[in-house]
């Protein structure tokens, strides 16, 4: 005997599905709800804010959009000394095709010292996005540094005359052969008999800046005495240790000499890119500097 569903039966049957259904969307619901607000809003993100108006009980979606925090960099400042020589060209090539900032240290004797010396100045006051700043005249008497330190007088007419002649655009200067400071309350000598030296150029209007970390050099060879990677890790390590003269700033010493050749220019293009590539660090000028721009 075939037996038939009633309109009541699956009216019945409907209202079971219904109800059972509805009382697993209400949980469901709820737990979507709380894991989106408990979610965090990332930099930028959008989120959703209900409003009530005054005039009525409706109400209305507003967009509020979280600000953007960006992480502040440390700051580095690759800064070669003694230019324009024969290896100067190669990093000035290196750095344009890089395309980062740098700074020259450059040495006033040695631009007039031959023809191709005089080429490569050109080129430096012909490139954009580099610093020249002041190494002095005649490089501490052609490095007779005890001496040149004894008269302080000498050592501001030395500096000034290579101002002058090199018409610099800033007065920031390095000493030869020393590692002094001398930047607004930044006071600092490594040997106590260049002090009063030091302390003249300042009186006299510049602007003296060390360094934090050099990149030495066989100075009879005349090539690096350690690779980018070994520099990295010295250079991460000063940041780590707060081992600058001003907090995350790093002033890097290297010379123009030492990238004559093809091995050692490889290595400064490597270094510069590996830098490019750590988001926590920034090249800059050292102009910028913490009130180096006085």
């Given at each position: 005997m075939e037996t038939s569903t009633?309109?009541?039966?699956?009216?019945?049957?409907?209202?079971?599905?219904?109800?059972?259904?509805?009382?697993?969307?209400?949980?469901?619901?709820?737990?979507?709800?709380?894991?989106?607000?408990?979610?965090?809003?990332?930099?930028?993100?959008?989120?959703?804010?209900?409003?009530?108006?005054?005039?009525?009980?409706?109400?209305?979606?507003?967009?509020?959009v979280a600000p953007v925090v960006k992480k502040k960099k440390k700051k580095i400042y690759l800064t070669f000394d003694d230019g324009p020589n024969k290896g100067t060209q190669n990093v000035l090539d290196i750095v344009k095709d890089e395309e980062i900032p740098v700074t020259f240290f450059i040495i006033g004797e040695h631009v007039y010292a031959s023809i191709n010396q005089n080429i490569t100045w050109d080129s430096l006051?012909?490139?954009?996005?580099?610093?020249?700043?002041?190494?002095?005249?005649?490089?501490?008497?052609?490095?007779?540094?005890?001496?040149?330190?004894?008269?302080?007088?000498?050592?501001v007419s030395?500096?000034?005359?290579?101002?002058?002649?090199?018409?610099?655009?800033?007065?920031?200067?390095?000493?030869?052969?020393?590692?002094?400071?001398?930047?607004?309350?930044?006071?600092?000598?490594?040997?106590?008999?260049?002090?009063?030296?030091?302390?003249?150029?300042?009186?006299?209007?510049?602007?003296?800046?060390?360094?934090?970390?050099?990149?030495?050099?066989?100075?009879?060879?005349?090539?690096?005495?350690?690779n980018s990677d070994d520099l990295l890790k010295q250079i991460d390590s000063v940041f780590t240790n707060n081992k600058t003269k001003s907090p995350e700033n790093l002033v890097l010493l290297a010379h123009d000499q030492v990238y004559k050749k093809a091995k050692d220019s490889t290595e400064l293009r490597q270094l510069i890119q590996k830098l490019k590539l750590k988001e926590e660090y920034e090249l800059s000028l050292v102009t910028s500097y913490p009130k180096a721009s006085n």
């Amino acid at each position: 005997m075939e037996t038939s569903t009633t309109d009541d039966d699956g009216e019945s049957a409907n209202n079971i599905y219904y109800n059972y259904i509805y009382s697993y969307r209400i949980p469901v619901l709820i737990i979507v709800y709380l894991v989106a607000c408990t979610r965090p809003i990332q930099e930028g993100r959008v989120k959703m804010k209900h409003v009530s108006k005054k005039n009525n009980d409706k109400k209305e979606i507003v967009q509020v959009v979280a600000p953007v925090v960006k992480k502040k960099k440390k700051k580095i400042y690759l800064t070669f000394d003694d230019g324009p020589n024969k290896g100067t060209q190669n990093v000035l090539d290196i750095v344009k095709d890089e395309e980062i900032p740098v700074t020259f240290f450059i040495i006033g004797e040695h631009v007039y010292a031959s023809i191709n010396q005089n080429i490569t100045w050109d080129s430096l006051q012909a490139t954009e996005g580099i610093e020249i700043c002041n190494h002095s005249y005649t490089h501490a008497d052609h490095n007779h540094f005890e001496k040149f330190y004894q008269s302080p007088d000498s050592v501001v007419s030395d500096f000034q005359r290579s101002q002058d002649s090199l018409q610099l655009k800033n007065n920031i200067v390095r000493t030869p052969g020393r590692n002094a400071w001398r930047i607004d309350s930044l006071q600092y000598t490594d040997l106590k008999k260049s002090k009063a030296a030091v302390d003249s150029l300042q009186k006299a209007g510049f602007i003296v800046m060390g360094w934090d970390l050099e990149w030495h050099y066989d100075p009879k060879e005349l090539t690096v005495m350690n690779n980018s990677d070994d520099l990295l890790k010295q250079i991460d390590s000063v940041f780590t240790n707060n081992k600058t003269k001003s907090p995350e700033n790093l002033v890097l010493l290297a010379h123009d000499q030492v990238y004559k050749k093809a091995k050692d220019s490889t290595e400064l293009r490597q270094l510069i890119q590996k830098l490019k590539l750590k988001e926590e660090y920034e090249l800059s000028l050292v102009t910028s500097y913490p009130k180096a721009s006085n």
